[in-house]
T-cell receptor, first 115, second 119 residues
Framework: DVKVTQSSRYLVKRTGEKVFLECVQDMDHENMFWYRQDPGLGLRLIYF???????EKGDIPEGYSVSREKKERFSLILESASTNQTSMYLCASSLRQGIFSETQYFGPGTRLLVL | AQKITQTQPGMFVQEKEAVTLDCTYDTSDQSYGLFWYKQPSSGEMIFLIYQGSYDEQNATEGRYSLNFQKARKSANLVISASQLGDSAMYFCAMREASILTGGGNKLTFGTGTQLKVEL
């Protein structure tokens, strides 16, 4: 079974703090994704990566950065957390590019509260 | 314009009955794929079913089927014989050919439908 794990299920941070959200997948997937999920807005793509050290902006990258130093690990960084970044963050991975039917596998999510 | 539209924020269904969750999409691509995911209260997204734009048959997976009407750009999820465990948030998503390569297989998601199954 594919397993995508996220470092924390719940996180509480203060405004201005630097926040790291870690995601690890164990199936040698090429692609990894970070989404945020907010009520009434669905899932919105923040950043994704299709190879080590490669990253591309998604639909809402402002206020976030990412790092992928190893294939299995994709980190989301909030350089200076703000209250409007309080949200559920979901990490996902998929095997490779170019396959229409390729599903994404999701981690359990991290609920981040910024005070 | 929204690429994926789910017009039902919440739905109720009686146990053992069938329920249809609506999804319409907007794309100018001829090649695309449509997905449905389930998100229980635990938070993890679970893949349910996939339909390709060139698939002639509607996709089915156990109690899940996808009512694909290409001309109307709709891809409704049908759950037959609902169970209490089907209570969850359901998301429709699309992958388009125009962003398939170099785009890391991006998916665009709808806003979701919260389904509650009642006794």
């Amino acid at each position: 079974d594919v397993k995508v794990t996220q470092s924390s299920r719940y996180l509480v941070k203060r405004t201005g703090e630097k926040v790291f959200l870690e995601c690890v997948q164990d199936m040698d997937h090429e692609n990894m994704f970070w989404y945020r999920q907010d009520p009434g807005l669905g899932l919105r793509l923040i950043y994704f990566s299709y190879d080590v050290k490669m990253k591309e902006k998604g639909d809402i990258p402002e206020g976030y950065s990412v790092s992928r130093e190893k294939k299995e690990r994709f980190s989301l960084i909030l350089e200076s957390a703000s209250t409007n970044q309080t949200s559920m963050y979901l990490c996902a991975s998929s095997l490779r590019q170019g396959i229409f039917s390729e599903t994404q596998y999701f981690g359990p999510g991290t609920r981040l509260l910024v005070l | 314009a929204q690429k994926i539209t789910q017009t039902q924020p919440g739905m109720f269904v009686q146990e053992k009955e069938a329920v249809t969750l609506d999804c319409t999409y907007d794309t100018s691509d001829q090649s695309y794929g449509l997905f449905w995911y389930k998100q229980p209260s635990s938070g993890e997204m679970i893949f349910l079913i996939y339909q390709g734009s060139y698939d002639e048959q509607n996709a089915t997976e156990g109690r899940y089927s996808l009512n694909f009407q290409k001309a109307r750009k709709s891809a409704n999820l049908v759950i037959s014989a609902s169970q209490l465990g089907d209570s969850a948030m359901y998301f429709c998503a699309m992958r388009e050919a125009s962003i398939l390569t170099g785009g890391g297989n991006k998916l665009t998601f709808g806003t979701g439908t919260q389904l509650k199954v009642e006794l």
